[in-house]
DNA sequence: CACTTGACCTGTCCGC
DNA sequence: TGCGGACAGGTCAAGT
């Protein structure tokens, strides 16, 4: 699920919380999910908490500690002597509450300042000790541009949608090594903000669609993150509560329900195997 | 090379 | 009420 602005947000505000903070113990309830050795961790102080992509970086002293929270991954941290509860396993409606840890809690850091709990239920998530500046560009080389960062200009955009001339768009938008951070919700939002369709070859573009494409995904980006992001039911901002950018979405999940700009009613279909949705009025 | 499908997991929801 | 199947924010590998 988290996507680039879920990440960011919680790297945000994990940033406040664990700077200059030591790990002091790290429990591992789930192998499959700790890539590397985590005594490495003990005694090391984090000097910075970054992100590439969808990837959450922690720099310490030596080294980095990475996580991906792929589709349902939560970080939740929870201040000492303080209670956090996190709903588990619901439909909001009915929904419940369980403070960590609970039984889709499979790596536990604890710090001086509290302790950082990550769940995780469908057990897709992540977490992997890189030793060196090496590791670390082995772990995230291979990603495409930050949507704010200079290397993703018009031109690289332009230049990469004529690459990818015969593809769909949206797939093209999604592919983490042309641009690092759009998943499934922000692909179909930018799209619907470009006025264009997801299907379309991403060599059919003119200049104008091209450039408001290009503006629509830092524009997207940028709300979604004041939003704090998207929750439909696992994402969670560390100090458990959700993000709120899914009232405001355009498309993603509207299905079935008019367009906020025309009325029509938005659209539901399966492209390269993910749900896509798009207004057939505007996006044309 | 481009695209699709299945796998990885657990849970929810829908139809019968 | 129970059961099978489809589906869910991501990414890989394998097949066509």
Redesign the pocket.
């Known amino acids: 699920?988290?996507?680039l602005p879920?990440v960011e947000t919680i790297r945000r505000a994990l940033a406040k919380e664990l700077i200059g903070q030591i790990i002091e113990k790290v429990e591992v309830r789930a192998a499959?999910l700790f890539l590397g050795d985590k005594d490495k961790l003990i005694g090391q102080k984090i000097t910075e908490v970054g992100r590439r992509?969808?990837i959450l970086i922690f720099t310490l002293e030596h080294g980095y500690l990475a996580i991906?929270l792929?589709?349902?991954g939560q970080l939740i941290f929870v201040p000492k002597n303080k209670k956090v509860g996190v709903l588990i396993?619901?439909?909001p409606?009915?929904a419940y509450i369980e403070t960590p840890p609970h039984?889709?809690t499979h790596i536990i850091f604890t710090f001086p300042a509290g302790v950082l709990y990550f769940n995780d239920?469908?057990?897709?998530g992540w977490a992997k000790v890189l030793s060196d500046e090496a590791a670390l560009k082995k772990e995230v080389g291979h990603l495409g541009p930050e949507y704010d960062w200079p290397e993703f200009s018009l031109a690289y955009f332009q230049q990469m949608l004529t690459k990818?001339a015969?593809?769909?768009l949206k797939?093209v938008l999604?592919d983490?090594t042309n641009l690092a951070g759009i998943?499934?919700?922000y692909a179909d939002e930018s799209l619907f903000c470009a006025k264009v369709l997801p299907d379309w070859p991403a060599g059919s573009l003119n200049d104008r669609e091209v450039r408001r494409l290009y503006q629509c995904i830092g524009q997207v980006f940028k709300l979604a993150i004041e939003r704090g992001g998207?929750?439909?039911?696992?994402?969670r901002q560390p100090d458990g509560t959700r993000g709120t950018f899914l009232e405001i979405a355009k498309v993603y999940r509207r299905q079935n329900l008019p367009c906020r700009i025309c009325r029509t009613l938005i659209k539901q279909v399966?492209l390269?195997?993910?749900?896509t949705h798009f207004c057939p009025n505007c996006q044309k």
């Open positions: 699920m988290p996507e879920e499959k992509g969808k991906h792929k589709m349902t396993g619901g439909h409606d009915k039984r889709h239920l469908r057990k897709f990818k015969k593809s769909r797939p999604m983490q998943g499934n919700i998207t929750s439909s039911r696992d994402y399966k390269a195997g993910r749900s």
